[in-house]
């Protein structure tokens, strides 16, 4: 029988592990679309609707002032050992509060107020 899924937990789908599984900010989707779209010359079919789409949305929502910032963000991350999928939404979500962070995800609920409040103080130098 299959797990269910649960993002408190941070239970996903079954074959979904820390060692298995990379998750993008969203900054760095833009990043991989714009990488493309300059590919796009080169080929003769073009984007999709869905691409567009998709690629004005991470626009919209990318929440790092530059793709030159994730390396440092990462590394700001491992200091704090969460999982992917948390790191992630912080960075996608970018909370302004601790309290916020634990509303939007709450598998944050663990983390000392005082560390998750530098946590978000320190993400926000990144910030769009």
């Known amino acids: 029988m299959a797990r269910q899924e649960d993002a408190d937990t941070l239970t996903f789908f079954d074959n979904a592990t820390e060692e298995t599984t990379e998750v993008l900010f969203l900054t760095e989707v833009v990043a991989l679309m714009e990488k493309r779209r300059k590919d796009e010359s ?14 004005d ?3 919209a929502f990318q929440s790092l002032a530059s793709v ?19 790191e992630a939404q912080l960075v996608n979500l970018m909370p ?7 509303a939007i995800i709450p598998s944050l609920n ?11 103080s320190q993400l926000s130098h990144y910030a769009a």
């Open 42 to 55: 080169m080929q003769e079919k073009p984007m999709s609707d869905v691409f567009h789409k998709t690629e």
């Open 68 to 86: 030159t910032h994730v390396e440092e963000v990462r590394a700001t991350l491992a200091n704090y050992h969460r999982s992917k999928y948390e």
């Open 110 to 120: 663990d983390m000392d107020d005082l560390e998750l409040d530098q946590l978000v």
């Open 96 to 102: 302004q509060t601790a309290d916020e962070a634990r």
């Open 57 to 59: 949305y991470c626009k």
